[in-house]
């Protein structure tokens, strides 16, 4: 925030104008937000530049309201010398969640008699965790999952199918709640019977959003052509979200589906962080099909990112100097603050104008990439994830990341369609030589004859894809030579796959 300084314990009187003037832009705020057509037509108004002002200072703000509030972060922070706010430590599950309780990381140190749900994380990298949230703040979510639905999709009414994971997960019932507002809401869970069902009771008079993990949603589209449901007689979208999901995935799922839009968030913060526009979509588009522009717009990286844009005015996102992600939620509805907080995702932002900067010195028009979009581009910002750090593997200084994986299965469809899950892990033999190996579930029977065809089809993308992989292969292929794992459905590794919410990426071997 510049180099302006601040004490640890309480804003200075500049501060404190500043804060009294947000108050008054926040009055004016909540009235906008309450509508659709008036949130849009306001954010189009405000600059790029204001944004980013804004999203500092009410970052400023929340950490010395956390700071007096919350006893948790009181004590995080005792001790400490901030000048600054770059002096401030991030927290992250480790340092913070584990180190207290919930009540002491809950404003005034305890969590309220009603109004309050309780989410549960996947637990996809180690314990599940449970996170405490208000009615407001669950509001201020379902608001702009809401909206980012009716911008992208628009405001046609539509039967929604929510096939995210039911019960205590955040996901699943919040988008429930979320796109009651857009339309008749369905929530079957993933249950593919059931969807068909319900596709087939419904008829195909009403046009229909399926909401849903982007493994899920390839798995539902497979069965149904499977089965010769007649998928081609209906208008189907598709909203997914969970994790992460490839170009190649999105090609895949696109002759079945109009539109196919992802979201971002994470149980640790909230869902609804960050959502794909028809703007995110053309961009990765180019990016994919030109490495000098992937390059020059998120760095020397051979993944293709997520790319979102996010509301500044609710969350403040940072990159440190790994490129993880350090979000703040700017918001005093939230009962658990989260200032500085780290969830280890790798990743970048960018200013929505200097995105535009930037596109130009290609000789690409911005509001040319959408041009034939109903709404024009939103001036939000734009941040680009790759994933976890968690669920890499490293031989012989080449990171291999599941993107990776995922991209390597879409580039060839046979494998594409009958590979129903993977995994990856670093596999050691008896002389303590290590290999890269692949673990994939399948649809159909696994022969000797599909395990050669993954293994050259894998190894021939990863050369191409990778250039980590490409150099380490040409320096020592032998190590580098992968070991392949073809199961049957729910076997092997996948056999947990069916009570988890979401599909293992990573084998811990000893």
């Known amino acids: 925030m510049g180099t302006k300084r601040f004490t640890k314990q309480s804003p200075s009187l500049t501060d404190r104008l500043q804060f009294l003037l947000l108050f008054f832009r926040d009055v004016f705020l909540y009235f906008i937000s309450r509508k659709y057509s008036t949130f849009i037509r306001a954010?189009?108004?405000?600059?790029?530049?204001?944004?980013?002002?804004?999203?500092?200072?009410?970052?400023?703000?929340?950490?010395?309201?956390?700071?007096?509030?919350?006893?948790?972060?009181?004590?995080?922070?005792?001790?400490?010398?901030?000048?600054?706010?770059?002096?401030?430590?991030?927290?992250?599950?480790?340092?913070?969640?584990?180190?207290?309780?919930?009540?002491?990381?809950?404003?005034?140190?305890?969590?309220?008699?009603?109004?309050i749900a309780i989410d549960e994380s996947s637990g996809s990298t180690g314990t599940p965790y449970n996170w405490v949230r208000t009615e407001k703040e669950r509001h201020d979510s379902h608001a702009f999952i809401s909206y980012f639905t009716?911008?992208?999709l628009g405001e046609k009414p539509r039967i929604f199918i929510n096939a995210f994971s039911m019960g205590a997960w955040a996901t699943g019932t919040n988008m429930g709640i979320a796109l009651q507002r857009n339309g008749i809401v369905k929530n079957t869970g993933p249950d593919i019977g059931k969807i068909?069902?319900?596709?087939?009771?419904?008829?195909?008079?009403?046009?229909?959003?399926?909401?849903?993990?982007?493994?899920?949603?390839?798995?539902?589209y497979d069965t149904a052509r499977e089965q010769n449901f007649d998928w081609d007689k209906y208008v189907i979208s598709a909203i997914v979200g969970g994790e992460g999901m490839s170009e190649g995935l999105r090609d895949y799922l696109l002759p079945g589906f109009r539109y196919v839009y992802s979201g971002y968030g994470a149980t640790d913060l909230e869902i609804g962080i960050g959502g794909e526009t028809p703007l995110t979509i053309a961009i990765r588009r180019l990016a994919k099909e030109n490495p000098e522009l992937r390059k020059a717009l998120f760095g020397d990286d051979s993944r293709l990112p997520m790319i979102f844009q996010y509301n500044p005015l609710m969350h403040y996102i940072e990159v440190n100097d790994n490129r993880e992600l350090i979000f703040t939620i700017t918001r005093k509805s939230v009962l658990s603050p989260r200032i500085k907080y780290n969830i280890h995702d790798e990743g970048g932002i960018c200013r929505y104008d200097q995105m535009c900067d930037k596109l130009r010195l290609f000789g690409y028009n911005i509001d040319e990439l959408t041009k034939f979009e109903k709404n024009k581009n939103m001036t939000f910002p734009l941040m680009w994830i790759y994933g976890r750090r968690d669920f890499t593997i490293s031989i012989m200084g080449a990171n291999i990341y599941p993107e990776d994986i995922e991209q390597c299965l879409y580039a060839d469809q046979y494998l594409a369609k009958i590979t129903l899950s993977f995994c990856q892990a670093v596999s050691e033999g008896i002389n303590a030589s290590v290999h890269p190996a692949f673990y994939f579930e399948l649809?159909?029977?696994?022969?000797?004859?599909?395990?050669?065809?993954?293994?050259?089809?894998?190894?021939?993308?990863?050369?191409?894809?990778?250039?980590?992989?490409?150099?380490?292969?040409?320096?020592?292929?032998?190590?580098?030579?992968?070991?392949?794992?073809?199961?049957?459905?729910?076997?092997?590794?996948?056999?947990?796959?069916?009570?988890?919410?979401?599909?293992?990426?990573?084998?811990?071997?000893?």
Not at 51 to 79: D, H, M, Q, T, W
Not at 197 to 203: E, H, I, R, S
Not at 474 to 501: C, M, Q, R, V, W
């Open 43 to 115: 954010f189009k108004l405000l600059s790029p530049k204001y944004l980013e002002k804004a999203s500092r200072l009410r970052a400023k703000r929340i950490y010395y309201y956390a700071l007096k509030n919350v006893p948790a972060y009181k004590n995080f922070l005792e001790g400490t010398v901030i000048n600054e706010w770059k002096d401030i430590p991030t927290t992250d599950k480790e340092t913070y969640i584990k180190k207290y309780s919930t009540e002491e990381r809950c404003v005034q140190g305890i969590i309220p008699e009603t109004g």
């Open 150 to 152: 009716t911008f992208c």
């Open 196 to 220: 068909l069902n319900t596709l087939d009771f419904f008829g195909n008079k009403y046009e229909y959003i399926i909401t849903g993990y982007p493994p899920f949603l390839k798995q539902l």
């Open 443 to 510: 649809s159909t029977t696994p022969t000797e004859e599909l395990k050669k065809r993954f293994a050259e089809s894998i190894v021939e993308k990863l050369i191409l894809l990778n250039a980590d992989f490409r150099e380490a292969w040409h320096e020592n292929a032998e190590a580098l030579k992968p070991e392949i794992y073809l199961y049957s459905k729910g076997e092997g590794p996948f056999k947990t796959d069916g009570s988890k919410i979401k599909q293992i990426r990573l084998i811990k071997t000893k």
